[in-house]
């Protein structure tokens, strides 16, 4: 069987990042494998600019960020293996791969870090009612056919769902001539950051229905018209409320979904609210030596956020390649009042000098406390003018602040006094 | 005052503007005042594209102008973008469009394609 020291599942801006701090913590046995013809993930296909101002402190396009990852690897000695798909992986770290290169290969790791990314939900799609015409694309797929294979999925567009992949193409099918006649989103707030509000939909008149949903598809073969209707605070169309719009197109960005069914099938525990494994503060999943980071953990909104937590994952696998595994007490994490979920779950205790823990809130906030709680006292406090469950929130604390801490669990709550 | 979305960085502050002295406040960074006073004076966003790529592997090079140019000019630099072809090899940052539609930003290639 062949070996390697440290396996990276997925060569999106997760995997490189991971790769490159394993790497640079003295690892040098690296194997990154990646289904796709070329690594960089879904930043290939992201070609406008809003990439790297945290990292690079300039701001880039998806495949320029892509591409320095590329590049400082090309420094190192780990082994890029595109076309490559794994297939199942075990609990003993064994993992099974098909490639035209190697055919079926099974590959026993040292340590394994998960970064297989997310695949676009289409939930959406299913529940529409009416007919099943062609013209009904998720907004990441016309992504890919417009911007990698040259195609032009249609020319008189709407979307369902406002998440930044949606906004994104909006204004991408505008500036090639198509008509976008209306972005539509269930919630009563745009599921995508508000930057890509103002520049994708704002800045070509796109109008933003908010509070509705599509409730008709008609076409024969191809997409003829759908039917938008404004729905009540319990997410029902209104009747009387409805608008045709007659289109050829029907983009869905209804949001995104963790790709874990390798973390699955290797019995990794998997937390309900983020449909990510569960993890502890250094990226571990609850199988020792198996690490998880960027959008199969969570879903990301910035890639600066996906290569740094990245890094601390790289950088965890390492020190378990060369020093064991973590042990030491350890101490829930629990989502309260505004809060969606944690990343991490839970922690260890003796946290060597802080702990960096994201979540999402449950609506948007103005001039709110985020809390933490330890059963009754309250340990820290952070205030924030403005939230919402279209940006990632994080808080730092102190590992002081943690050292006088009873057994746990902390609850992270939103306190708006 | 004018309220506006600061789209500089993903953070997106929320600015307030002085429509006469184009004072700004709300941003979390000097860029975001400096975003503030431009969108009201003349707003410029950066442009990005993809042009028809001659190579073994693939189809499309992505392009953008490698600085913002006016809003109103998005169309005709759109145009001229999509007059380019470009073979490989081809290295990011490359010139593809000099001085794009009068507007002083290039198009660049956003991508290095081998072969
Ligand atoms: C449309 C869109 C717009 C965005 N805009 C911005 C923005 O403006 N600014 C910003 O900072 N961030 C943006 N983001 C967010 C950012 O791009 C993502 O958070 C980031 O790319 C996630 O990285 P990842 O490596 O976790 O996942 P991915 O990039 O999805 O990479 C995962 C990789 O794993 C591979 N893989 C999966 N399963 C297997 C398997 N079984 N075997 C082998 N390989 C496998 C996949 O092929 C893929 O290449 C955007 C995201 C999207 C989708
Ligand atoms: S003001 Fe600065 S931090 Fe805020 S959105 Fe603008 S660039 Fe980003």
Same mark, same amino acid.
């Given at each position: ?108 790791? +040292? =340590?394994? @870090? &998960? /970064? ?7 939930? *959406? ?7 099943? #015409? ?42 090639? +001539? =198509?008509? @976008? &006649? /209306? ?7 745009? *599921? ?7 520049? #994708? ?217 | ?115």
């Amino acid at each position: 069987m062949t070996k390697a020291e440290l396996v990276i599942i997925g060569g999106g801006p997760a995997g490189l990042a991971a790769a490159l701090s394993a790497w640079e913590s003295g690892v040098k046995d690296i194997l990154i494998l990646e289904r796709d013809r070329q690594a960089g993930g879904i930043l290939n296909q992201c070609i406008h600019n809003g990439f790297g101002l945290h990292y690079f402190k300039e701001e880039l396009t998806g495949p320029e960020y892509a591409g320095r990852f590329i590049e400082m690897l090309r420094g190192t000695d780990v082994r890029v293996r595109t076309d490559t798909m794994v297939l199942d992986l075990t609990a003993d770290r064994i993992l099974h791969t098909v490639s035209p290169e190697h055919g079926y290969e099974a590959i026993r790791a +040292g =340590a394994i @870090v &998960l /970064a297989m990314g997310c695949r676009e939900r289409t939930r *959406g799609a299913i529940s529409i009612p009416g007919a099943r #015409c062609s013209g009904v694309f998720t907004a990441g797929a016309a992504q890919r056919f417009l911007n990698i294979e040259g195609y032009m999925v249609g020319k008189r567009v709407v979307i369902l769902g406002s998440g930044d992949i949606g906004l994104i193409m909006a204004r991408r099918m505008t500036l090639e +001539g =198509a008509k @976008v &006649l /209306a972005c539509v989103e269930l919630m009563p707030y745009s *599921g995508g950051l508000n930057r890509n509000i103002v520049q #994708c939909l704002n800045d070509f008149d796109i109008p933003l229905y908010l509070s509705h949903t599509v409730t008709d598809v008609r076409g024969k073969d191809r997409l003829e018209q759908v039917t938008v209707s404004k729905v009540d605070e319990n997410r029902r169309p209104i009747p009387g409320t409805e608008m045709v719009f007659d289109c050829d197109t029907l983009l869905l960005s209804v949001g995104l979904l963790p790709e874990n069914e390798l973390s699955r099938q290797a019995g990794v525990e998997i937390d309900p609210r983020t449909n990510g494994p569960r993890v502890w503060e250094n990226c571990e999943t609850s199988i020792p030596g198996v690490f998880a980071c960027g959008n199969v953990l969570h879903v990301h909104d910035l890639v600066d956020y996906v290569t740094a937590e990245s890094m601390r994952a790289g950088e965890a696998a390492a020190k378990f390649i060369q020093a064991g595994g973590e042990t030491g007490d350890g101490v829930e994490l629990q989502n309260g009042d505004g809060v969606g979920y944690t990343v991490p779950q839970h922690f260890r205790r003796d946290v060597s000098d802080k702990l960096q823990i994201f979540f999402r809130v449950r609506r948007i906030y103005r001039d709110a406390f985020i809390s933490v709680y330890d059963g009754e006292r309250r340990i820290a406090r952070f205030k924030r003018e403005h939230m919402a469950p279209g940006e990632m929130e994080n808080i730092t604390i102190p590992a002081m602040f943690l050292k006088h801490i009873t057994g746990g669990p902390l609850t992270v709550r939103i306190e708006e006094d | 005052m004018k309220e506006l979305i600061c789209i500089t960085c993903p953070k997106g502050c929320h600015l307030k503007v002085d429509e006469e002295t184009f004072a700004v406040t709300g941003n979390s960074c000097p860029r975001g005042a400096v975003y503030g006073a431009n969108e009201l004076r003349n707003p410029v966003r950066v442009v990005t594209s993809t042009v028809v790529l001659e190579s073994e592997s693939f189809r499309r090079l992505p392009v953008k102008t490698d600085r913002a140019i006016p809003k109103a000019k998005m169309f005709e630099v759109m145009a001229e973008i999509a007059k380019v072809r470009v073979h490989a090899p081809v290295r990011v940052g490359d010139v593809l469009i000099a001085n794009v539609a009068g507007t002083d930003g290039n198009v660049v290639a956003t991508r290095s394609v081998k072969e």
